[in-house]
């Protein structure tokens, strides 16, 4: 069973950045796939970014697509999403979620089975 971490939120004006970590324990995440979903108060959680095992398949929501990006270090057992030109719309608790079951990077949530306990990122003037 893996444990998942993520670090990296905070307050942070519009067009600002951020990166968020992901960080495994428990288990190496050599053969997950990751995804990165994010939930605003009152909004459906959505998905934001997935990469697959290798870091070399990699997908993006179109409201963030240009401004995130989603890497993996599997030697250091995390994922990163790099967040520029923030907007306040992109404000949310961020989750990082694995999954072993599937083979290619999805931004479905159900085919995760671990997820994170979130971190919170507001974009504020």
């Known amino acids: 069973q893996v444990q998942l971490a993520e670090s990296g939120g905070g307050l942070v004006q519009p067009g600002g950045s951020l990166r968020l970590s992901c960080a495994a324990s428990?288990?190496?995440?050599?053969?997950?796939?990751i995804g990165w979903f994010r939930q605003a108060p009152g909004k459906e959680r959505e998905g934001v970014s997935c990469i697959g095992t290798s870091g070399d398949s990699t997908k993006y929501a179109d409201s963030v697509r240009g401004r995130f990006t989603i890497s993996r270090d599997n030697a250091k057992n995390t994922v990163y999403l790099q967040m520029n030109n923030l907007k306040p719309e992109d404000t949310a608790v961020y989750y990082c979620a694995a999954s072993a079951r599937i083979v290619i990077a999805t931004m479905i949530g159900y085919e995760y089975d671990y997820w994170g306990q979130g971190t919170q990122v507001t974009v504020s003037s």
């Open positions: 428990g288990a190496t995440l050599d053969y997950y796939v």
